[in-house]
């Protein structure tokens, strides 16, 4: 069964820095790993999507990793800015499945 | 860009009744999906479905729960007899084939009193 965890749970840091979100997952034959933003009581925004034979994708500041053979992803932000606070998840699918496997979140607060 | 849409945003019912949530998905796609985040938890998976049928659901779908795409456009998840342990944010996606990018709704807050 594919589990998906993410630490910290919360994460603050100044304006301005770089950061890095942590996604592990426990089965390898992970296909596809999503990232997603989800600000408070509102919907999930996809931001990046790895596909099983990519190794990264990058959108504007932001760049997502995927390492299948240790089982986990990370989500680098650049020059962080307070419109990133939010709840940042990652949810993977295995191969043959459909459905996303989500974590917990880790939600990031960027102090002015 | 195309979205997926959701109504009602929020639905307050008492235990018991029946709701149907509604969903819009993107146009083009063929695969649905339903999920549901219960405050202060993971979003889980409840079910897909493709051509016209469930193509996989978890353990949480049971007999309560159905899904039905009665035309072209809409996708609905029933709730026939709603529990207290049903208030949830439920969110409806959509994508193009089963494992590319899911493009989810806004959701819609069910609050079973």
């Known amino acids: 069964k594919q589990e998906v965890t993410q630490i910290p749970a919360a994460l603050s840091v100044p304006e301005g820095e770089n950061l890095v979100l942590n996604c592990s997952f426990t089965d390898s034959a992970i296909y596809n790993l999503q990232w997603f933003r989800q600000d408070p009581g509102k919907g999930l925004t996809s931001l990046l999507l790895?596909?099983?034979?990519?190794r990264e994708q990058t959108s504007g500041r932001l760049n997502a990793s995927l390492d299948k053979s240790s089982g986990r992803s990370t989500l680098y932000i650049a020059a962080s800015q307070p419109g990133d606070s939010a709840t940042y998840l990652c949810?993977?699918?295995?191969?043959?499945?459909?459905?996303?496997?989500f974590g917990q979140g880790t939600r990031l607060t960027i102090t002015p | 860009e195309p979205e997926v849409t959701q109504t009602p945003s929020h639905q307050v019912t008492q235990m018991g009744q029946e709701v149907i949530l509604r969903c819009v998905p993107i146009s083009n796609h063929l695969y649905f999906y339903w999920y549901r985040q219960i405050l202060g938890q993971k979003v889980e998976f409840l079910v897909s479905f493709y051509n016209n049928e469930i193509s996989e659901k978890s353990e949480i779908f049971d007999d309560q729960f159905s899904v039905e795409r009665p035309d072209g456009s809409n996708f609905t998840l029933k709730i026939r007899s709603t529990k207290l342990e049903d208030s949830a944010m439920y969110f409806c996606?959509?994508?193009?084939?089963?494992?590319?990018?899911?493009?989810f709704g806004p959701g819609t807050r069910l609050t079973v009193l």
């Open positions: 790895i596909q099983s034979s990519q």
């Open positions: 949810a993977g699918i295995i191969q043959g499945a459909q459905k996303l496997v």
């Open positions: 996606a959509s994508s193009e084939s089963g494992p590319p990018r899911k493009y």
